[in-house]
């Protein structure tokens, strides 16, 4: 008899189990579609653009009297180079006739990253005007503030550009240009706080600084307080806030951009920064570059260039005895801040009636504002999403090979295989992910830089590699050591010689068996792929949670880093679901497709 076969329906839990996957992604994506096609919210504002003249302000009225002419000028250079003078061909470019730049893209309206993904903000705007009047061209590479003046100091980048204030010990480091603007700390504290000067800070006050800038300095020495540390400004804002700090001390261009109407924020006091102004680092070998850069300063004050950026970007006034360039430069001639910035607060007098937000409304405001989430959307997949995806295929692939050559030689019978497999994993897994980031970056950068160009983007990929595959290696390792040694055996015994048994037969078993492992460390790797920003990125260049935090910088918001995090689930939560199958399908084998009385039918048709 003839016997039709009906196809089986899919097993329930495996049908649940892509429905909840299905049901993810069309959540994420329904929600991208409907922040699309919705009503459009008002669009938020842009940190990342010039305030003008209507965020003028005059001298702080609580600007404390004792830091006031605290440090002398004493590297200010009497007078500058004719530009007609300078041979751009001796100024010690890593490529001839451009500039390259390490900045920050987190601090407007010094430096950032605009909604266009272009590096912007005064400072950098200042020194694209300095390039042009010396015939350079000018590339801006985004890189973390913790790493910026050792990148310098390394060759990575000509110059930073990170309103860096010029302190003695960082001019051990690196040599500056002449300054082109000043910087006042902020004390931020809650509305209702009894902290109202610098003073009132105690052992037991929580005060929040980025790490590695000024301030942390100025906490951590002249105040002698343990600050808490935050790796960027909007991050230690939004503690604030949120209440898990008690201050924040934070230049005041930062401090007066982060504090929104409603907020229940507001500076206490302001200080003088110590020891110096804000400036360009270039290395300390390169004295032609500080002596051209110091010289195009001076000509785009002599021009009007500067006054125009700075009253567009960060209009305030002057300090009494300070001046940007030599000190031979003309003072700029600036609009009258303080009585612009009466004006505008007689214009602008009811917004100290607003009332103070809820603390579930800032929390939806800071974490769940909609337009924000389809602001990021578009970036995050066309910018964040390739190359997060780039970076870990690269480092997965040349990880999975590494580790594979590591668990082979980690049980081998040689010792001189076993020992160095077991110090390299040692060492891998035991210094942390940065710090490997940065060696490779920062240490072989610059040996192959004629091969990479000086761009570390797949110097990244490669460290993310060594250090997933000492990783990987102990995962491989431990599914070949649990193959029963039977099989080995057996493959022996019908003939195979041991790397023949080991190739066809064990090492086979074994990665079966570690399949779920190595999905999770892939899965690391698509997050770990984040730690490249410390080696700076272009704006091209940057993955999801750099786009997010760019975004955020821009806005002031954590939502764009909500909407990144959602990007992650989008990769990861399918990935961790398709090896699960895998793994199942693996162990159990193809299901029978058929049911009791489907099989009654075809062994009574097998005449049984």
């Keep these: 008899m003839v016997c039709l076969r009906t196809p089986a329906p899919p097993h329930p839990r495996r049908r649940h189990r892509f429905l909840s996957v299905a049901g993810v992604l069309l959540v994420t994506l329904m929600g991208t579609v409907a922040l699309g096609a919705g009503p459009s919210a008002a669009a938020p504002d842009d940190l990342c653009s010039p305030p003008g003249l209507s965020a003028a302000t005059a001298l702080p009225p609580n600007l404390t009297s004792a830091q006031q002419g605290a440090a002398s000028d004493k590297y200010t250079t009497p007078n500058t180079e004719p530009l007609s003078t300078i041979d751009i061909g001796r100024l010690g470019l890593l490529t001839p006739g451009k500039l390259s730049v390490g900045t920050l893209s987190d601090a407007p309206p010094s430096i950032c990253v605009n909604s266009e993904g272009r590096f912007t903000g005064f400072d950098n705007e200042l020194l694209k005007a300095v390039a042009a009047k010396l015939g350079l061209q000018i590339e801006f590479t985004g890189t973390e503030f913790a790493g910026l003046l050792a990148q310098v100091a390394n060759n990575r980048f000509d110059v930073g550009s990170s309103n860096i204030t010029t302190t003695d010990a960082r001019r051990q480091l690196v040599d500056f ?7 006042y700390f902020s004390l931020v504290v809650p509305t209702n706080s009894a902290i109202e000067a610098f003073g009132d800070l105690s052992g037991g006050s929580r005060v929040g600084v980025v790490q590695g800038t000024v301030q942390d300095e100025y906490v951590t020495n002249e105040l002698h307080l343990d600050p808490v540390k935050f790796p960027d400004y909007n991050t230690a804002y939004a503690n604030l806030k949120s209440g898990q700090i008690d201050a924040w001390v934070a230049p005041s261009a930062q401090a007066v951009g982060a504090i929104k109407s409603g907020d229940a924020t507001h500076i206490a006091q302001n200080t003088f920064s110590l020891n110096n102004f804000a400036a360009w680092a270039v290395r300390k070998d390169n004295q032609p570059l500080a002596d051209a850069l ?17 009253q567009d970007w960060v209009p305030r006034e002057l300090p009494p005895g300070w001046k940007p360039g030599s000190k031979a430069a003309p003072l700029p001639q600036l609009p009258d801040f303080a009585t612009i910035a009466a004006e505008n607060t007689a214009n602008n007098g009811d917004r100290a009636a607003v009332q103070p937000k809820s603390t579930l409304q800032q929390l939806k405001d800071t974490f769940f504002d909609w337009s924000l989430y389809q602001k990021a959307f578009p970036d995050l997949i066309k910018t964040g999403l390739p190359n997060t995806l780039i970076l870990a295929l690269v480092s997965g692939v040349i990880g999975t090979v590494i580790g594979m050559l590591l668990a082979v030689a980690g049980i081998s ?18 210094l942390p992910a940065v710090v490997i980031i940065l060696l490779i970056g920062l240490g072989v950068g610059p040996v192959v830089k004629g091969i990479t160009g000086n761009n570390p983007y797949w110097l990244g990929a490669v460290a993310l590699a060594l250090l997933a595959s000492a990783y990987i290696g102990e995962i491989f390792r431990s599914g070949i050591q649990s193959v029963e040694p039977g099989q080995l055996e057996a493959a022996r015994a019908i003939g195979f010689g041991y790397h023949q048994a080991m190739t066809l037969v064990v090492i086979p078993q074994g990665v079966r068996r570690v399949l779920p492992a190595l999905m999770n460390q892939f899965i690391a790797l698509i997050k770990d792929s ?25 806005t002031g918001n954590l939502s764009p880093l909500v909407a990144a995090g959602l990007m992650y689930l989008v990769l990861t939560v399918p990935l961790t679901h398709l090896v699960n199958y895998i793994d199942k399908r693996l162990r159990t084998g193809r299901p029978d497709p058929t049911d009791p009385i489907e099989q009654a039918v075809i062994t ?5």
């Design 294 to 310: 110091n010289a195009g300063l001076d000509a785009v004050i002599a021009d009007g260039t500067y006054a125009a950026l700075y």
């Design 604 to 608: 009574e048709g097998r005449g049984a």
């Design 177 to 183: 240009t002449n300054g082109y603007d000043f910087g």
């Design 413 to 430: 019978r040689t010792r001189w295989l076993r020992w160095p497999a077991r110090v390299y994993t040692d060492i891998f897994r035991g």
């Design 530 to 554: 984040s730690l490249i920003y410390f080696l700076g990125l272009l704006a091209s260049q940057r993955e999801l949670f750099a786009v997010g935090r760019d975004l955020n910088a821009q």
